[in-house]
């Protein structure tokens, strides 16, 4: 069973800075892609940043320049660092991993998105 596990969430200050890591483990064959999205409360959840096996990232424009995605794919982790944090940037961030899990029981593989459980990040001062 694969399982995401996100750390790093916090309070912080207006212009200050946090890093967000994610590991994913369990029978992982491939990873298409990892990132992270955010739900901020009364809204939706939405795209914070992305990136593709390859290395080829997208980042929503509200954090462009501010925020850097990064990949290690030996590790199977990825980490969001976020800088000058404003607080609009509050909200639940959530790793997502879109990958391949060999189920070794019944010998399939099956593509499917996975989500980690949250972390809570707040801006203020």
């Known amino acids: 069973q694969v399982q995401l596990v996100e750390s790093g969430g916090g309070l912080v200050q207006p212009g200050g800075s946090l890093r967000l890591s994610c590991a994913a483990s369990g029978n992982i064959f491939k990873i298409y892609a990892m990132g992270w999205y955010r739900q901020a409360l009364g809204k939706q959840r939405e795209l914070v940043a992305r990136i593709i096996s390859g290395g080829i990232t997208n980042y929503a424009d509200s954090v462009k320049g501010r925020f850097t995605i990064s990949g290690d794919n030996a590790k199977n982790t990825v980490s969001l660092q976020m800088n000058s944090l404003k607080p609009e940037d509050t909200a639940v961030y959530y790793c997502?991993?879109?990958?391949?899990?060999?189920?070794?029981?019944?010998?399939?593989?099956?593509?499917?998105?996975?989500w980690g459980q949250g972390t809570q990040v707040t801006v203020s001062s």
């Open positions: 997502n991993a879109d990958l391949v899990n060999a189920d070794l029981v019944v010998g399939s593989m099956i593509r499917d998105d996975y």
